[in-house]
């Protein structure tokens, strides 16, 4: 069964609105979830760190106001587009580890369209 | 840091035929795992291969560490092997994943 639920799976938001997008790790508690970008075509780049309890690490070039993380609790992560806008829409995909040294899982991924 | 290459980028396969998809580093890395990216975008872990050989099935992979690279093999194709395989890595101690580009597979009848 599925490790890692994402929710939604496909979003359709106007300019200037807001979209939230939930993490969820089904089968164990996670300290760390990971956000990822993919454009089309492309491969997976690392956005942000998501970090239970505190604030979550952007990777460089990767604005913190306009993707906000939070990870309230050990099985839940959202990422909340701001203000988003038509060169916001891509594919963005969580993922969990069960612990070092072992396999990453990812969620089915959000397909944000900004019109 | 660590760059991904992987080879090649896209491949067209007549069903039931095999094929060697590969990934090369440029530095050593830890943590390497091959994953399946389906049409609709779902990642699925294939293998969590740092050195060895894994086999599940139809799939199997192999990483050579000291020469720095990791290989899947598919065989008997299928068309629901079509999709985008990743090879990704993570250094040691970190669970960030630093990904190749894929190899586009279409497997047709």
């Known amino acids: 069964g599925a490790v890692v639920s994402q929710h939604p799976s496909r979003v359709i938001c106007k300019s200037g609105t807001s979209v939230k997008i939930e993490c969820r790790s089904l089968?164990?508690?996670?300290?760390?979830m990971f956000w990822y970008r993919q454009f089309p075509k492309q491969s997976l780049m690392l956005m942000a760190t998501s970090n239970e309890g505190s604030k979550a690490t952007y990777e460089q070039g990767v604005e913190k106001d306009k993707f906000l993380i939070n990870h309230a609790s050990l099985t839940l992560s959202t990422l909340t587009v701001t203000s988003a806008h038509p060169e916001d829409s891509s594919f963005y995909i969580c993922?969990?580890?069960?612990?070092?040294?072992?396999?990453?899982?990812f969620g089915q991924g959000t397909r944000l369209t900004v019109v | 840091g660590i760059q991904v290459e992987q080879s090649p980028p896209d491949l067209i396969l007549q069903e039931g035929a095999n094929s060697t998809l590969r990934c090369n580093f440029s530095d050593s890395v830890n943590n390497l795992q091959w994953f399946h990216q389906n049409p609709w975008g779902q990642l699925i872990n294939l293998f969590y291969i740092p050195s060895g050989t894994k086999q599940n099935g139809r799939l199997s992979a192999t990483t050579v560490a000291t020469e720095r690279y990791s290989l899947l093999y598919i065989s008997s194709s299928q068309t629901t092997d079509s999709g985008v395989y990743f090879c990704?890595?993570?250094?040691?101690?970190?669970?960030?994943?630093?990904f190749g580009k894929g190899t586009k597979l279409s497997v047709i009848p």
């Open positions: 993922s969990v580890w069960r612990g070092l040294n072992t396999e990453a899982f």
């Open positions: 089968d164990f508690q996670a300290t760390t």
């Open positions: 990704g890595h993570s250094g040691a101690g970190s669970y960030q994943l630093t």
